[in-house]
Structure formats: C-alpha cells, structure tokens
C-alpha cells in the first residue's frame, strides 16, 4: 500500500532572514493537515488534489496503462505567505520522503546562471550582444572536426552581427549549438562512467556540443542544449576572475541567504544531508519483484557545469523565485523583466501549426501540450499520449516559451481561464524538480521526485500544476 504523508502549513519569515528550517511535524495520513496560522485555499481546491495528481506518477498499480511508479515525491506550495508541505511513496520504495531533503535540483540551475549572467550586464561587464568568439575565444572549434557539421557548415568567428552567437543566443537557446547530453560521444562515456562521470574541463562539454557543427543559424531558430549554458558558465567565470560556483554562491546563494543551497565542488560525488534516496534506470523500476532501480543520490556532477549542478531545496527553491520576482536583491526590476518578456514562441520557420490549438511548435520544442482527455488533437511526435489515469479535465492546453533562462508556461484550465507561470524544470539522472510561480510570487510550487524514468513527464507536470492553479473540473 502507498503511503501519502502531510506536514503542517507554515508561514515563512522575512526575506532578509530566511526561511526557518523547522523539522517536519509528525506525519499523519492525508486526512488530517495541522494547521498553526488559517491556509488560502489555492484555486483548484484543498491540497488534496496535488496529492493525488502526485499519486498519479507514484503509484503502484496494475491497469492496462499502468503508472510511473516513481518512488516518491515531495512538495511544497505558498499562497499569499502560507507553505504546505507534503509528500507521496510508492510502498515499493525502501524509504519515505523528508518534505525538507536536499536534492540535485538539476536545471533549475539555469535560472541562477542566468541571474548572474544579468547582473553583468547591470554591472556593464557583458552586453547580452556581445559574441561568444570575442569573450572566450575560438572554443566553438576545439574538438575533432574542428565545429564542422558532417560534410556541413561550420562555427566560425564573423563581423556580422547577424551570424554571431551572442550571448542572448545562449541564454534563450537560440544559439544552434548541440546539446552535449545528445553527442553520442558523451552518452558512451556516461554510460560506462557513472556515476563517476568527470569532466573537470568544461570546455570538454562544449567540445562535445560543438563537434556537431551548427544546427542552424543563431536566432533562426530553438533548440534546448546544455551547451548554451556551459559556455554561460565559462564567460561568467572570465568576466568574474572567479569561478563560476564561487559567483553564483556569492552573487546569488548567499546574497538571498540560501542555506540549504550549494554547489559541488572538485567533482565531489556526495549529496549533502539531509537527503533521501534516488534512483536512475529510465525504465519501469520493477519487473514482478526485481528492483530494477539504480542508486543516484551520489554522482559526480561535473557534466553539469553552468547548467544543472544545484544541490537544494523546496524551500530555497520558492525562495528564490520570491526574490527573484519581487525584490531587487538579486536585479534591478528592468532586468528581471527582460529576462520574462524575452519568452516568445519560436522563431524557426519550419514550424508548424498543432491543430486546434491556435499556437505554434517546431519539432525541437514542444511548445504546445494538449491534455488528450479534452481533445482528439495529440502533440506532434507524441501519438501515444496517454488517455486514462492523466485524464484530469482541469487543464486543456500547456503552452511552454523560453526567455533568457526561465520558462513561461500558459496553462489553459478546464474553465477557459489562463494561469501563467514563470520558472523551471530540470532533471538529471536520479532526480526531477519543478519550480513554478505566478508573476508576483503570491502562488508558488516547487516538487521533486526521486526517480527519473516517468514516461509521460510533460503530462505529468501540467496535471500537478493543474491541480495547483486551476479550479476544479
């Protein structure tokens, strides 16, 4: 039998002091939630519903489409102030989840980059125009076909400002460099190697991406690569004369007062405590009673540099989305809303029109998501979608826009009425995070899972949202 733990609703202290990292309260079962201070319902209802789009990917049953069957997950929400916290298992999983555990928050690291990033050109050190080539040097080319496509084109430095990557490129993914994570080089030597996987060298994970030559010409089009934000990494450390860890715990982490928020250093494998167990397979973690599950908690992370390396927490994660929203800590409002208002459909004019749904795609962005119980219309490439326990008809439509290192995700609720929603997911081998808020930070959410292999993640997500921000079907 699965387990569902809730703990008690907290308000949180003051931004400038941090969040109290108080000690879960006695678990009980979902019926009961203790309540210090009155909670605001959320829109779609009482937190039961998150719980059970939650259930949803952890539970162990046996229909004719079956289920995630994820270990366990946990969650954190904030509505005008008020936290809630709670947690799911499946009863397969040896251990329960601590709603305050550390976790490699994966992507979510993109955002904290991207602060950076934006605090140089604040600071006049960068401009977002400025060229890859003119900050770090000819790295596009330092690998064994020299940044050449196969009998294509290749990276080069250039004068006009049209063919340069710039660093706006990078930042909203519009730079047409490869994901390293797709070089079939990388995925060799990370399938022998982890969790040992080491590249102290970054610019080795920029080699990697960039031995496949330019996929198209920067700002003609969208592609989510890791590269981007490991070259981001890199300038970051050349404009700061510090690494890019040190900056970001300076400039960020400690500046906000993140106390439950590192980053790895020296490729050091071990997950801080408090932390519960992960597990990596990208399959189901059972066959009958064959545990098919591998540890994850502990890895060398330095394939992630610039871009997923983040140890943290809900808890941090929400705060930084409040202070980041609503506060001037960390920029300057006009900055923060640059990097909001740069989310825009792609502009790859291969793209194409998902029917009915009045927005466009192209095929390396999923931009349109459509909740396949409400319609016949199923995400190109995607003809599988599921029809039966996703089937939760409080969300019709989930759109997704990049800007400079943060996602906007529209989310059309069964009603007709919009929620849109600034943030991020990330996931790496063991661990899925998601951290999502409204525009000012009144209506926060941030989960993780502790199991990588779900089938059906974007339908997943926008359920748990749904259940979050939308009203009842």
Known sequence: MRRTYVTRLRRPGPLRRGMVAAAACAAVLVATTGAPVQATT?????????????????????????????????????????????????????????????????????????????????????????????????????????????????????????????????????????????????????????????????????????????????????????????????????????????????????????????????????????????????????????????PAGDQNVTYTYGTGALVSTTGDLLKFMKALLTTETLLPSTFRDRMIAEASFNTNPAGIKVPELGCARTDRWQECIPNPALSNVQSPNDATAPTNWYADPSWKIGIAEYGLGITKRTLTCGDGSKQVLYGHNGGLPGSKTYTYSNADATHMISWNQNGDWEMWELYNQYGVLAAEFCPAA
Not at 76 to 104: C, I, L, M, Y
Not at 126 to 138: E, R
Request: charged share 15%; proline share 7%.
């Open 42 to 294: 959320p829109p779609g209802g009482d937190h039961q519903r998150v719980l059970d789009a939650m259930r949803l990917i952890t539970n162990d049953v046996s229909t004719g489409h079956g289920s995630d069957q994820i270990p366990g997950m946990i969650v954190r929400t904030e509505v005008d102030g008020v936290q809630w916290t709670g947690s799911v298992d499946n009863h397969a999983a040896p251990a329960t989840r601590q709603v305050d555990a550390k976790f490699r928050a994966a992507s979510n690291t993109k955002m904290f980059t991207a602060v950076v990033i934006m605090q140089l050109v604040h600071e006049q050190k960068l401009k977002l125009t400025d060229d890859v080539y003119s900050i770090l040097g000819p790295i596009l080319n330092a690998n064994g076909r020299q940044g050449c496509r196969l009998f294509g084109p290749c990276f080069a430095p250039s004068t006009d400002p049209a063919k340069q990557i710039t660093v706006q490129n990078l930042l909203n993914m519009s730079s047409g460099v490869a994901d390293y994570l797709s070089d079939l080089s990388f995925q060799a030597n990370a399938a022998v190697t982890f969790p040992n996987t080491s590249y102290p060298n970054p610019a080795d994970l920029v080699a990697e991406g960039a031995v496949n030559g330019p996929q198209f010409a920067p700002g003609k089009g969208m592609e989510y690569s890791n590269t981007n934000y490991a070259l981001l990494g890199l300038i970051i450390a050349a404009k700061t004369n510090m690494s890019w860890e040190d900056a970001l715990t300076e400039r960020v982490i400690n500046r906000i007062g993140l106390t439950n928020t590192t980053l790895p250093r020296n490729g050091d494998p071990v997950l801080p405590a408090p932390h519960d167990a992960h597990w990596t397979n990208f399959l189901k973690q059972r066959i009958g009673g064959v545990w098919l599950g591998r």
